[in-house]
């Protein structure tokens, strides 16, 4: 059984920063995949970030140049730090972990940009 444990989040005014960290636990394995997704209100969940086991992780273009994600898939450990936050980035976040053909993903954390 892989579980995913999430914390960071919070509520943080325009052009301010917050940092997300995720780890899981569960089975010794290697994960092919981790990162974040996140679903704003009345929107569908979508790719915010991901670090593949083998490869360059890749941002969405919403993000880029404000996040900066960072993972050890052998560690199953996921961060991602996220500045210059705008209203729009409003939504749940979600830790995603694929391995093994399965999906899985965090209970999600709550990221609200207000003024």
């Known amino acids: 059984q892989v579980q995913l444990v999430e914390s960071g989040g919070g509520s943080v005014q325009p052009g301010g920063s917050l940092r997300l960290s995720c780890a899981a636990s569960g089975s010794d394995f290697v994960a092919n995949i981790m990162g974040w997704f996140r679903q704003g209100p009345g929107k569908q969940r979508e790719m915010v970030a991901v670090?593949?086991?083998?490869?360059?992780?890749r941002l969405s273009d919403s993000v880029k140049g404000r996040f900066t994600v960072a993972g050890d898939n052998a560690k199953k450990t996921v961060s991602l730090q996220m500045n210059s936050l705008k209203p729009e980035d409003t939504a749940v976040y979600y830790c995603?972990?694929?391995?093994?053909?399965?999906?899985?993903w965090g209970q999600g954390t709550q990221v609200t940009v207000s003024s």
């Open positions: 670090v593949p086991s083998f490869g360059i992780a």
């Open positions: 995603y972990l694929h391995w093994n053909g399965g999906d899985y």
